[in-house]
């Protein structure tokens, strides 16, 4: 080891703060144990979602939660987990309408064409397959509907009323991801609070009755599990 | 947090109010496990011996604590439960997404449509009936290792009271 990185050791050491089992926080990456580490090797990502991200996001809640032991690095996990599939969901249950318009509009141009049209499969066919690449057939079908008295909303309206269940399906998918991320978060904060011995809490006392002479109310810590709850919203 | 009368008190309606009651109905949930093998405990199966044992290990610490121990094994199992069912949930919708791939490839599906978000939807939603069940297994492995989790925590806060 040369003079010059046992400095670059030390500046590390002195920005960083000890933690009581040893794991030191650095300014903007958490150290990760070996025995959490082997967690990112098999990150829970579906094929086409980028493993970094995972990564950022399982280092972006280790730094706001600042896990104490073993057992805590596993809800950091949870947390992790329980965001990254809300995530998902969220997004792909925006999109879960977009999936559902070719079907629908398919569905809506049986009933309006007239059924016995020679063509009439063929032309349900074309106009169905070519009404999201093609001006003109968009066109085409704007009349079609209009001679119904039907405005383009029903298309929405038909993918959306098809969607229902899967809608809902999705919403109690997140709704269930919500709440176990909620819990991972609350079994931190009870973790922590069950550990106070009667000496720490008079030391809480102590504090907190000096900080209520300052003017400015005390901020909710950074690293409280709950704050986290609310940036990670 | 549940008192013993009300754990006592919970067992004893499960006993009468959850499984199947016809034939059919037992006999179709007696293949759940050899369908995706997640209703057999991890601890049945020689092949996740040694993990339980080492994530065991981590989870206790530098200990010789047999109770301690033994919490910390139940939690290893739950933990490895829960690892499990997210596999599974993820290699699922995974070969769903192949299957859509494979289908746009040889021209099956119309492959105009077919962007990345759309792919996943169409996974999600082809996959969803079968993720609800996945959420039973889930919560069950989830509820265990908290439960074990609090019991390893009574037992620290216990033996730091009376050091």
């Keep these: 080891m040369t003079e010059q990185s046992i400095n670059a050791n030390s500046e590390v050491q002195s920005k960083t703060v000890a933690k009581p089992d040893g794991q030191l926080k650095g300014q903007g990456k958490p150290i990760i144990p070996e025995s959490v580490a082997c967690f990112l090797d098999s990150p829970p990502v579906l094929v086409g979602e980028d493993p970094a991200e995972y990564k950022r996001l399982f280092e972006e809640v280790a730094l706001a939660i600042g896990p104490r032991n073993f057992i805590e690095w596993l809800w950091v996990k949870d947390v992790c987990d329980f965001s990254w599939d809300m995530r998902r969901l969220q997004r792909l249950k925006g999109a879960l309408v977009g999936c559902g318009r070719k079907p629908a509009l398919e569905k809506i141009l049986h009933r309006v064409i007239d059924s016995k049209r020679k063509d009439h499969d063929e032309q349900v066919h074309r106009l169905t397959t070519n009404w999201f690449t093609d001006p003109k057939v968009k066109e085409e079908v704007q009349k079609i509907l209009q001679l119904m008295n039907l405005p383009e909303e029903c298309i929405n309206a038909q993918a959306f009323s098809d969607s229902c269940d899967k809608i809902s399906k999705f919403d109690s998918l997140l709704g269930n991801a919500a709440s176990r991320r909620n819990n991972a978060l609350k079994e931190i904060e009870r973790n922590r609070a069950s550990l106070l011995t009667p000496s720490d809490e008079k030391a809480l006392v102590v504090e907190a009755a000096a900080s209520d002479t300052s003017e400015v109310p005390p901020k909710k810590s950074k690293s409280s599990p709950a704050a986290l709850l609310l940036d990670l919203h | ?163």
């Excluded at chain 2, 919560?139 to 216990?158: G, H, M, N, P, Y």
Aim: net charge positive; charged share 30%; hydrophobic share 35%.
């Design chain 2, 1 to 163: 947090m549940s008192s013993a009368r009300k754990i006592a008190s919970n067992r004893r309606n499960t006993v009468s109010s959850t499984g199947p009651r016809t034939a059919t109905g037992k006999l179709r949930s007696s293949r759940n496990a050899l369908r995706h093998g997640l209703a057999i405990s991890v601890a049945l199966d020689p092949a996740y011996a040694q993990d339980i044992e080492r994530l065991a290990n981590t989870i206790a610490g530098e200990t010789s604590d047999k109770a301690r121990l033994a919490l910390s094994r139940v939690a290893a199992e739950a933990e490895l439960e829960l690892s499990r069912v997210r596999a599974y949930r993820i290699s699922l919708i995974n070969s769903e997404l192949a299957a859509i791939d494979r289908e746009a490839k040889n021209g099956s599906s119309d492959a105009d449509t077919k962007d990345q978000a759309t792919s996943y939807n169409e996974a999600l939603v082809r996959t969803i009936d079968h993720l609800d069940p996945l959420e039973r297994y889930e919560r069950r492995a989830f509820s265990r290792r908290k439960r074990a989790f609090r019991d390893l925590q009574d037992l620290l806060v216990q033996d730091k009271h009376h050091a």
